[in-house]
């Protein structure tokens, strides 16, 4: 187990937000501490301009009394955490196999064509970044992004510039 400091993730976050992360704690049995690992990382990811350092994942792994490994596995496996800055607005475009036949890759370059950047990307102004991700189980409705925490499916360009102007980009 860690042997850091269980307390510096209260100075690094609101009291708001160790109370979210105590009620889903609360959900399991105390010697079950490796369940909230996911909700506690979208807590703190939140907080902190929708990333996670290294030092705000160790400092959920001591709060949560789990190895630092097991928060990093978390972290790093799902697409959902940014481990680096990202944009106020987060496109992940999913390129597994049904999306590609069905057209990503020509949506991929009509967003970096319209956004001005690549995959792994953000903007100057820092109000988009651009991801590609692997399955995200929506294969009927392919090709498929998610922006802002927002399921797109069925996408054509013209859907995508839709998108693109609900999120308030102007080109």
């Known amino acids: 187990m860690s042997s850091e400091d269980p307390k510096?993730?209260?100075?690094?976050?609101?009291?708001?937000?160790?109370?979210e992360?105590?009620?889903?704690?609360?959900?399991?049995p105390a010697d079950r501490k490796r369940p909230p690992i996911i909700a506690a990382l979208k807590v703190?990811?939140?907080?902190?301009?929708?990333?996670?350092?290294?030092?705000?994942?160790?400092?959920?792994?001591d709060y949560l009394d789990v190895p630092h490994i097991a928060v990093f596995e978390v972290a790093t496996f799902y697409t959902m955490f940014h481990l680096k800055p990202?944009?106020?607005?987060?496109?992940?475009?999913?390129?597994?196999?049904?999306?590609?036949?069905c057209g990503s890759d020509k949506i991929v370059e009509h967003l970096q064509s319209r956004l001005g950047i690549k995959l792994?990307?953000?903007t100057s102004d820092g109000q988009f970044s651009l991801k590609e991700v692997?399955?995200?189980?929506?294969?009927?409705?392919?090709?498929?992004?998610?922006?802002?925490?927002?399921?797109?499916?069925?996408?054509?360009?013209?859907?995508?510039?839709?998108?693109?102007?609900?999120?308030?980009?102007?080109?």
């Not at 990202?86 to 992940?92: A, C, R």
């Not at 927002?150 to 054509?156: D, F, S």
């Open 8 to 19: 510096r993730l209260t100075t690094m976050i609101s009291a708001k937000a160790i109370e």
């Open 21 to 28: 992360i105590e009620h889903w704690r609360s959900k399991y």
């Open 44 to 61: 703190v990811q939140a907080e902190n301009e929708n990333w996670l350092s290294e030092e705000h994942m160790k400092a959920v792994a």
């Open 86 to 101: 990202v944009g106020k607005n987060v496109i992940s475009v999913c390129t597994n196999l049904s999306c590609m036949m």
């Open 120 to 122: 792994g990307e953000t």
């Open 134 to 171: 692997e399955c995200m189980a929506a294969c009927g409705g392919a090709p498929m992004l998610e922006a802002s925490e927002i399921y797109h499916e069925n996408l054509t360009p013209e859907k995508v510039d839709s998108i693109l102007n609900d999120l308030g980009w102007e080109a």
